[in-house]
Nanobody
Framework: QVQLVESGGGSVQAGGSLRLSCAAS????????VGWFRQAPGKEREGVAT???????YYADSVKGRLTISRDNAKNTLYLQMDSLKPEDTAVYYCAASGLRRVCTGVCPAPRSTEFDYWGQGTQVTVSS
């Protein structure tokens, strides 16, 4: 049974940093296309960052240069380092895992939530101005 357990959310002031973690069990992160989504109140869920099996990445334009996705294969854990946070980053963040063994040609395309089969429970990130 696949489980994704997120941690690391919280409340910070604008300009601050957080690191989200997603520990996987019953699933090997390095073998599949995985990523992070977020959903703010009243808005649709959006793909924030993804990483393919060769560590090719995608970032939404709104987070480029501030958020970094990474993967520790030994710990089977996915991370999202969040720096220079803005109030508009406030949302519930979800770790997502697919059954796709994707290798992106160049930059990975914008992710669609329908591509992902497994989801974490979500962790709240609140950024105050």
């Amino acid at each position: 049974q696949v489980q994704l357990v997120e941690s690391g959310g919280g409340s910070v002031q604008a300009g601050g940093s957080l690191r989200l973690s997603c520990a996987a069990s019953g699933y090997i992160l390095s073998r599949y296309y995985v990523g992070w989504f977020r959903q703010a109140p009243g808005k649709e869920r959006e793909g924030v960052a993804t990483i393919d099996i060769r560590r090719g990445t995608y970032y939404a334009d709104s987070v480029k240069g501030r958020l970094t996705i990474s993967r520790d294969n030994a710990k089977n854990t996915l991370y999202l380092q969040m720096d220079s946070l803005k109030p508009e980053d406030t949302a519930v963040y979800y770790c997502a895992a697919s059954g796709l063994r994707r290798v992106c040609t160049g930059v990975c395309p914008a992710p669609r939530s329908t591509e992902f089969d497994y989801w974490g429970q979500g962790t709240q990130v609140t950024v105050s101005s």
